[in-house]
């Protein structure tokens, strides 16, 4: 429970300082330059991915992809590339930064005019989503720059000691 109050904050956050911080891809660049126990950030601070030359993924991408395809792709569609329902997120984080992507899954988004209505709910409350904030990001933001193909990434790097501890603790485990 601890773990899911720091991500629901931390995003909160984020929501309230995203207009200092870079946007991502579109407006920034992607390239990881730091590494702190397995994950990956650009120069800006942003989580990102790591893809080898052999096409191996950080364990984030993998696990985002596992998440994204856990709760999201029912109306985002698979590998993230939309649906009659909702739209193709490969494409919306090609200019939405980590920020404002936090807001939009912590707190929903309503877009509603005579053309169309479209309504994400939040997922803050929900820790399935809400533990994973970060992999779903950096995976979404590999398939917006096209840095892994559709499908399940082959190979990934092993999963850190960190990150068991991590989920354990959001998703409150014990032992």
């Known amino acids: 429970m601890k773990y899911l109050t720091v991500a629901i904050m931390l995003a909160a956050g984020a929501f309230v300082v995203g207009a200092g911080l870079a946007r991502a891809d579109g407006s920034g660049d992607p390239a990881p330059v730091k590494s702190d126990e397995g994950k990956y950030y650009d120069k800006a601070g ?26 999201c792709h029912v109306c985002h569609g698979p590998d993230a590339e939309g649906s009659s329902y909702a739209p193709a997120l490969s494409n919306s984080l090609k200019t939405m930064g980590y920020s404002d992507y936090a807001n939009v899954v912590v707190n929903g988004r309503k877009n509603v005019n005579t053309a169309q209505g479209s309504v994400m709910p939040g997922f803050g409350s929900n820790r399935n989503v809400m533990c994973y904030l970060e992999d779903i990001f950096v995976y979404l933001r590999a398939r917006a720059n096209d840095a892994v193909p559709r499908g399940r990434p082959q190979k990934h790097e092993d999963k850190p000691k960190s990150a068991t501890e991590a989920e354990n603790s959001c998703l409150g485990h014990t032992g």
């Open 46 to 71: 942003n989580p990102t991915y790591k893809v080898q030359s052999d096409g191996t993924v950080d364990w984030f991408t993998y696990s985002g992809f596992r998440r994204y395809h856990s709760d």
